[in-house]
């Protein structure tokens, strides 16, 4: 055996630096919850490329489905929220907010709250003598007290066995898409009912110069009702006041107690969510779709039968039409599976106690594994669908930083 090979693979599994806290992801979440953290006064290290799921898995030209007083990253100072940022650029109270702007915020929030994120990505982390291996793609190997995985819906694509059989080029999740560029006087189908199969539909058509676009759900959809706070009267407000997700009073007590939800029973958690979250679309996009020589619709209805043919799609919808389309877009949404994180040890991803596959986390957003934490879309099930959403960041951050100051102070 190699002398010096023995060597090299030695100093690449010594751990460079070590750490309180690592976070993996820089999203929404993983700045918010870095910012709460270093204001507890840890040495944190944050890997991921800052909002890269919003940058390159999104296309130019969305809108966000959240108000703007609802789309702010948290720091403890509260120093840098949406607000003053629309304040510094004379911008008022943007309805709905335009993902360029959001992410104009996004990344002066990281500069200033979390300046020292290091964009190279997690490959591996295991569990040694109850600290944490980090390891990363260029071979740094770190080691810390904690770790917070912020990993967005990376790694979570629903995509529906039927489809697996087909070429990328016929078949294709929306997150595989930044770009429609490629779709510009094609015909597409896509598949779902939400917001971002919704919207992907009347952009193919506005902005990715599709030559027809067909919208397939499985139920009608699910147009949210009117939501601009300075149109609804004070009868409406008192009825379903304001709050982030939509208006309403069961939407209201999620935001502003936060942690309550994570107290019932999973059973009923379950059928809350199940019952009051399905897909649904924004308002203000409406028009977009449904308006006259735009996206044509077919509601309540099913793909039947695919099959290739001449390098297109021929299609059997349930109602009995046939299409024939260049392209099927699945918005089929993101269903969490611990086991796709692909850079958790095999070792440490059997001690995580998970239910339908999802981590069982503590009020602190801990897994089983102490020090641990998942937030996020992985945390939905145990925590409520605020977190789903950029507003539900601040609480997530606030909790994660309280509980891993406390971990870390024992552990020295």
């Not at 819906?153 to 087909?166: A, L």
């Not at 709050?243 to 059973?267: C, D, K, M, S, T």
């Not at 299409?323 to 599976?337: A, F, I, N, R, W």
């Not at 937030?375 to 925590?383: A, E, M, Q």
Request: proline share 5%.
């Amino acid at each position: 055996m190699s002398v010096v090979s023995d060597l090299q693979e030695s100093q690449q599994s010594t751990p460079v630096a070590q750490y309180d806290v690592i976070v993996v992801g820089a999203g929404p979440y993983g700045l918010t919850t870095a910012a709460h953290l270093i204001g507890k006064g840890l040495n944190v290290a944050v890997f991921g490329k800052p909002m890269e799921l919003w940058t390159k898995h999104m296309p130019a030209g969305m809108y966000l489905r959240s108000h703007w007083w609802a789309t702010n990253l948290s720091d403890p100072q509260k120093k840098y929220s949406f607000a003053r940022y629309l304040k510094m650029k004379n911008i008022h109270n943007p309805y709905p907010v335009p993902q360029k702007l959001f992410l104009d915020y996004a990344f002066w929030f990281q500069k200033n709250a979390v300046p020292n994120v290091d964009e190279t990505y997690v490959t591996s982390v295991k569990r040694q003598n109850e600290r944490f291996i980090v390891t990363l793609e260029d071979g740094r190997v770190l080691q810390a007290t904690s770790v917070v995985m912020a990993i967005g819906v990376y790694y979570f694509c629903r995509r529906p066995e039927e489809f697996s059989g087909f070429s990328k080029e016929l078949v294709s999740h929306a997150f595989d898409n930044g770009d429609y560029s490629n779709f510009k006087d094609k015909n597409i189908l896509v598949l779902g009912g939400g917001q971002s199969a919704v919207e992907y539909s009347a952009l193919l058509l506005e902005d990715g110069g599709a030559a027809d676009v067909h919208l397939v759900a499985r139920r009608p959809i699910n147009w949210l009702p009117r939501d601009r706070h300075d149109e609804r009267s004070l009868w409406e407000k008192i009825q379903a006041p304001s709050a982030g997700i939509a208006p309403g009073w069961e939407n209201w007590v999620l935001e502003y107690i936060p942690y309550l939800f994570h107290r019932f029973p999973q059973e009923r958690k379950d059928r809350f969510i199940k019952s009051h979250y399905n897909a649904a679309a924004s308002d203000w996009l409406r028009e977009r779709v449904l308006g006259e020589g735009k996206v044509k619709v077919h509601e309540r209805t099913t793909i039947k039968e695919l099959k290739e043919q001449d390098g297109k799609l021929d299609v059997l919808l349930s109602d009995g039409q046939r299409l024939q389309v260049d392209h099927l877009l699945l918005g089929t949404g993101y269903e969490v599976t611990v086991k796709n994180l692909s850079m958790i040890d095999p070792g440490l991803l059997s001690q995580i106690q998970t239910d339908q596959n999802i981590p069982i986390l503590n009020n602190w957003f801990e897994s089983s594994v102490p020090g641990l934490y998942f937030i996020g879309l992985s945390s939905v099930r145990t925590f409520g669908p605020l977190y789903r959403f950029v507003v539900g960041a601040k609480a997530a951050g606030k909790r994660v930083a309280a509980g891993a100051a406390r971990y870390v102070a024992r552990q020295r």
